[in-house]
C-alpha cells in the first residue's frame, strides 16, 4: 500500500486552536507539524535543539533577545538551540514546524501543549 500524500491545508482546516501543533507526520525521529500563530506566544529556549519555522501563510515575527526575524510565505527560519524565542503573529499565520518527537513546544514539558496527532 503506498502512502497517500499530507494536504497541510487540509490538515490546518480541522483545528482552529492557536499555538496548539498538530502533528501531521514523522521522518528520522522528528515530529512533522502545523500550527496557526496569533498574537504573540511566550519567551521559551529549547536546550537540545533547533527550533524550525516554515510559514506557510500569514506572516510570523520572531523576537530575539537581541532583534527581530521577519517571516513572510514561503520563508524559513531556525533558531538556534538555547536561544531564547518568542514568535508573534499579528494576525493569523499557519506554520510548519519540525521538531525532534516530544520536544515541547514551551520549551518545559509542564508547560507545553499536548501532542495531537492528525
Known amino acids: 500500500m503506498s502512502p497517500a500524500p499530507i494536504n497541510l491545508a487540509q490538515k490546518l482546516s480541522t483545528f482552529h486552536e492557536h499555538y496548539q501543533p ?8 522528528h ?4 500550527v496557526k500563530a496569533k498574537g504573540p506566544f511566550n519567551w521559551h529556549r529549547h536546550d537540545e535543539t533547533d527550533d524550525f ?5 500569514g506572516r510570523l ?23 531564547e524565542h518568542c514568535p508573534v503573529a499579528d494576525e493569523e499565520a499557519h506554520i510548519l514546524l519540525i521538531e525532534p ?9 509542564a508547560t507545553a501543549a499536548a501532542r495531537v496527532l492528525i
Open 101 to 109: 518527537q516530544g520536544t515541547p513546544n514551551t520549551g518545559d514539558p
Open 61 to 83: 515575527r520572531i523576537l530575539l533577545r537581541d532583534g527581530e526575524v521577519a517571516l513572510g510565505p514561503g520563508d524559513l527560519y531556525v533558531v538556534p538551540k538555547g536561544v
Open 22 to 29: 498538530r502533528t501531521v507526520g514523522q521522518f528520522n525521529g
Open 53 to 57: 519555522f516554515l510559514v506557510l501563510s
Open 31 to 34: 515530529d512533522l507539524m502545523v
